[in-house]
């Protein structure tokens, strides 16, 4: 009885490690998905993500928040409005938010398909996972030992 509740004490143990290591680091960062009224003048550009550049690590989450009008979050290119299937998720009153970790660094690219042609495009810069340090001089020279 006594092994057995250690082992349970010990199992949450680990899941707490496990926990606080994934989260501590990885953060949620929003993007909020417009639909400003028509210019007056005729301009177009009456929708947008904001921010629409973004630099995030490896592992954090960026979550589309809907505030106004119809919109999609489509991976792809914006020059030419085609997606690249990674992902594309409607954006609306019915479906406000949309959430995805990002784990491989680069530039994601993405775009509403319904205003891709009025430049309603963002993009998301992934860079790669901070180096870790080592812990002891072992592993210090066995980064120079070759
Ligand atoms: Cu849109």
Not at 87 to 107: K, L, N, Q, W
Not at 126 to 144: C, D, E, H, Y
């Amino acid at each position: 009885m006594r092994s057995r509740s250690r082992s349970r004490c010990r199992a949450i143990a680990v899941l707490l490690a496990l926990a606080s290591t994934t989260t501590l680091d990885a953060r949620v960062v929003e993007i909020r998905v417009y639909q400003l009224p028509q210019p007056r003048d005729g301009r177009a550009h009456p929708s947008e993500f904001y921010p629409d550049q973004l630099i995030i690590a490896a592992g954090d989450t960026v979550r589309w928040v809907w505030a106004v009008g119809d919109h999609t979050t489509t991976s792809g290119n914006p020059d030419s409005c085609a997606p690249d299937g990674s992902f594309d998720e409607p954006i609306s009153a019915s479906s406000p938010t949309f959430e995805r970790v990002f784990y491989t660094p680069g530039i994601h690219a993405y775009f509403c398909e319904i205003h891709c042609e009025q430049a309603m495009n963002g993009y998301v810069i992934v860079t790669p996972p901070p180096a870790v340090l080592p812990r002891s001089w072992g592993q210090i020279k066995a980064r120079f030992d070759h």
